[in-house]
Nanobody, 126 residues
Framework: QLQASGGGLVQAGGSLRLSCATS????????IAWFRQAPGKEREGVSC????????DYADSVKGRFFISSDDATGTVYLQMNNLKPEDTAVYYC?????????????????????WGKGTLVTVSS
């Protein structure tokens, strides 16, 4: 199971921290990823982490602003979102599944995500 929390309304330039509590699988063996979907737009991968691999990945649109981390003891993944922009407004989903490497770059393909939690809404006002 995956339980996301931490969404809300924030002004542009503000920060939010999303949390994803996991259970029912071996946390360190999976890639844990955040995806988001804005109204009328396609789903987008935001960030991914594998604590077992010690690897992270970020979409270009959030690099330098968002930071993903994990607490292996509790099986919780965090997404710290700083300098939020109106275009970050979306429903954010926590997912878990397989990960891969392409030309040495770690990533979590949406097609490989076996578990999807309910989303949490992030709204950034201008």
């Amino acid at each position: 199971q995956l339980q996301a929390s931490g969404g809300g309304l924030v002004q542009a330039g503000g920060s939010l921290r999303l949390s994803c509590a996991t259970s029912g699988f071996t946390f360190v063996e999976y890639g844990i990823a955040w995806f988001r979907q804005a109204p009328g737009k396609e789903r987008e991968g935001v960030s991914c982490i594998s604590s077992g691999e010690g690897a992270t990945d970020y979409a270009d649109s959030v690099k330098g602003r968002f930071f993903i981390s994990s607490d292996d003891a509790t099986g919780t993944v965090y997404l710290q979102m700083n300098n939020l922009k109106p275009e970050d407004t979306a429903v954010y989903y926590c997912t878990a599944g397989g990960f891969s490497y392409s030309r040495g770059r770690f990533y979590c393909p949406a097609s490989g995500m076996n578990y999807w939690g309910k989303g949490t809404l992030v709204t950034v006002s201008s």
